[in-house]
């Protein structure tokens, strides 16, 4: 089936650096979605993404959706503490609602 | 903010009993859907439901699972005979729109507990 790689599986950085991560796939998606999940909540949007090329912020967030299709990046500039949690892209193919989600990355910031 | 809300929190029940988990949509919302997380995993997709019938299943999705909105409100995930590996987080999400800019927004979730 189709399955979502993500990358690093965790990062552990210092509060006020830049943070990246990114999702691949072996399939074509039309939407990519990027969620944070904080322990013991469900998955919350953060930015949504439904044309290659597209680059899109939300505040202090910014991502990306490739232009194969196969491919997202997110970005987080002057990392928080509250912007711990896990991090997990989601792609939709064409003429589905189904979502397929990444593997998750883990992001602890310390102060 | 509207939002999803799931109840139970946390289910706690013996093998091979049935269980229903509850979910109340945001309110004008047409498409449901249902997601589990088995602990330290990723969310994978059970079920899409609109228009009163289930528009996609997975695998997982066996005959042991059902769902179905009984009034307005409510959508409910039926499992009919738990099994230890039913374990898991389990989300509900809904959307206003179909496929073309479907932006899905999730439940807390309900922790089953199969013993």
């Known amino acids: 089936g189709q399955q979502l790689n993500q990358s690093p599986q965790s990062m552990f950085i210092q509060e006020g650096e830049d943070v990246s991560m990114n999702c691949t796939s072996s399939?074509?998606?039309?939407?990519w979605l990027w969620y944070k999940q904080d322990p013991g909540e469900g998955p919350v949007l953060l930015i949504a993404l439904y044309k290659a090329g597209e680059l899109t912020s939300n505040g202090r967030l910014t991502a990306q959706f490739g232009i194969t299709r196969k491919d997202s990046f997110l970005n987080i500039s002057a990392s928080i503490p509250s912007d711990v949690g896990i991090y997990f892209c989601?792609?939709?193919?064409?003429?589905?609602?189904?979502?397929?989600f990444g593997t998750g990355t883990r992001l602890q910031v310390f102060p | 903010e509207p939002e999803v809300t799931q109840t139970p929190s946390h289910q706690v029940t013996q093998m091979g009993q049935e269980v229903i988990l509850r979910c109340v949509p945001i309110s004008n919302h047409l498409y449901f859907y249902w997601y589990r997380q088995i602990l330290g995993q990723k969310v994978e997709f059970l079920v899409s439901?609109?228009?009163?019938?289930?528009?996609?299943k997975s695998e997982i999705f066996d005959d042991q699972f059902s769902v179905e909105r009984p009034d307005g409100s409510n959508f409910t995930l039926k499992i009919r005979s738990t099994k230890l590996e039913d374990s898991a987080m389990y989300f509900c999400?809904?959307?206003?729109?179909?496929?073309?800019?479907?932006?899905?927004?999730f439940g807390a979730g309900t922790r089953l507990s199969v013993l």
């Open positions: 399939s074509i998606f039309n939407t």
């Open positions: 439901f609109y228009n009163n019938e289930i528009s996609e």
């Open positions: 989601a792609g939709r193919s064409y003429n589905t609602d189904k979502l397929i």
């Open positions: 999400a809904s959307s206003d729109r179909g496929p073309a800019k479907n932006i899905q927004y």
